[in-house]
């Protein structure tokens, strides 16, 4: 048996689980379409969800995995902010002399990882601050800030740079069972995710005229905000227009 998602099972279980909050958000108007989901539907599908991180990731309760979770992606967002601004005033405050402007975004890691870094991809992000942090050596910080970069800025850059890889590893090592292999695993999260693709169906075409709400139920967004889109987007997912 396949899985019949594309995506690494832990980020697609996260994301079920931002689905069924974002689910009891709209629940009224879920219900009013379709009775069969009132309570204790979105219930059961926490429940599913909860006891398949307890029995292949070894996780005790929803809160542990979502506050790793929230930690990472707040330090992420913070990074991203901090990186723009930085890279901003660098190509500003640089303007007159491009070669020096380029070979310096260069050294700190942004021509190598700041495009996908930008569109939340996790890796590149982690990637392009401990470059920055090699990088930003005594010379280099004190000629950016005397040229109007911010030196509050920079200094945040070298503390999430550490942070941010130490609670990467941290959600990481909550990844490797083989247990999920097996076909029983395979078949409670085919489960997982049929169930997902039933509410993000329904609730793309309740909100197929507000698109903020729609795209709280476009699930391969929801899973991309962790900063990763696993190895592809999923095998039976539209997107009303």
Request: hydrophobic share 40%.
């Amino acid at each position: 048996m396949k899985r019949k998602f594309n995506f690494k099972p832990l980020p697609m279980l996260i994301a079920a689980q931002v689905l069924a909050d974002h689910f009891e958000t709209e629940k009224q108007a879920f219900v009013a379409e379709e009775p069969h989901r009132q309570d204790p539907f979105i219930a059961n599908f926490r429940d599913a969800v909860k006891r398949i991180l307890n029995e292949y990731y070894g996780i005790n309760t929803k809160e542990e995995l979502q506050k790793q979770t929230k930690l990472v992606g707040e330090l992420a967002s913070k990074a991203i902010d901090d990186l723009g601004m930085v890279k901003t005033q660098i190509e500003r405050d640089f303007r007159n002399d491009p070669p020096k402007c380029q070979s310096i975004l260069a050294k700190l890691g942004f021509k190598t990882y700041w495009g996908k870094a930008a569109n939340n991809n996790q890796t590149m992000l982690i990637g392009l601050l401990l470059e920055l942090r090699n990088n930003l050596d005594e010379n280099l910080r004190a000629e950016l800030v005397q040229n109007g970069v911010n030196a509050q800025r920079l200094d945040n850059l070298i503390s999430y740079a550490e942070a941010l890889h130490q609670a990467n590893i941290t959600q990481e090592s909550l990844k490797g069972s083989t247990k999920l292999d097996t076909e029983k695993a395979v078949m409670e999260l085919n489960d997982i995710y049929d169930r997902a693709m039933d509410i993000c169906a329904i609730g793309q075409q309740l909100f197929k005229k507000d698109q903020l709400k729609k795209e709280l139920f476009v699930f391969s967004k929801l899973v991309k905000k962790q900063g990763t889109t696993g190895n592809g987007t999923p095998v039976n997912e539209s997107v009303v227009q």
